[in-house]
């Protein structure tokens, strides 16, 4: 991540681990407390004091629930992921083992699920194929010629949420993670099981596609 | 950032962009976006829509009631693990 206090190791596991052992839930004091969750909350929320994790929900609820709308774009479905990203931090936050900030431990637990359920849904998060090999309309040479483009001054918001929202489903969930959420591509090619090279070419295709998008409006928009 | 031969095209150029804008090294200073005005203007464009994206998903506030839903959920898991396994 490019957050402050926000490093995430790129060792680390995608799938949380479950069923650790005790000494999984030695807790570093001063890791946590330098996340903004103070570790002496932290610490009762893996002892599992209902109302440590209450706090704890409150914390992070915005952050969480808003990543979740993100990533699905739609609100009933972010709340169903939210409750379900919860539901495994109550489960794993005894696991966390202050290795990375919890914060950065957390929003990634809340992508698993995410990711998860996209994979559930039958959507194909990466296609290997196509995107280490461009097709005909996706050659770098379409992008010349920016003659006829206006994207200069403010570009149009609503125009660019619907150019997002019809992205191929791989591409934008490539872009939301690196463009929006800030992870790093070796993140990314871990996450979604892919190449680093992968990543990038698909998160170029996913602005250029944008791109292309929003010259279609700004073009219907001269007319 | 690496030597190029400065008659790079604009194909050669666009085809390495994807993995020069990952490296994280300034794409601006790449000789040939210095020496080529559409590619420029194409590297402008793209940071102007990851930048204007970023300014259309601020964080919100998820309903009150979810919490409730969340406790329910925590409680009936934990009344599961209490069941005896079959």
Known sequence: MKGPDEEVSGTEPVELAVGQSAAAKSVSVRESAATGVPAELLERAQAGDHRAFAEIYSLHKRRIYSLCLRML?????AEDLTQEAFLQLHRKIGTFRGESAFSTWLHRLAINVVLMRLRKKGLQLIS????MEPTTEERPGRSFGTDDLSLTGAIDRL???RA????????RLIFMLHDIEGY???EIADML???????????????LKLRDALRVHSRGEGR | MSEVPKSMSCAEFQAQLPDLIGSGESVGEHPHVKECDLCRELLEQLEAIAHAARQLFPEVEPPDELWEHIKSAIKEDEGGKDQPST
Do not use: T
């Not at chain 1, 099981?193 to 602005?207: F, T, V, W």
């Open chain 1, 159 to 161: 125009a660019l949420q």
């Open chain 1, 128 to 131: 290997l194929d196509e995107a």
């Open chain 1, 193 to 207: 099981r892919c190449s680093i090279g992968n990543s990038k070419s698909q998160l170029h295709k996913a602005r």
């Open chain 1, 73 to 77: 774009g739609n609100a009933a479905e």
């Open chain 1, 184 to 186: 790093e591509h070796n």
């Open chain 1, 164 to 171: 997002i929202d019809d992205l191929p489903a791989g591409y």
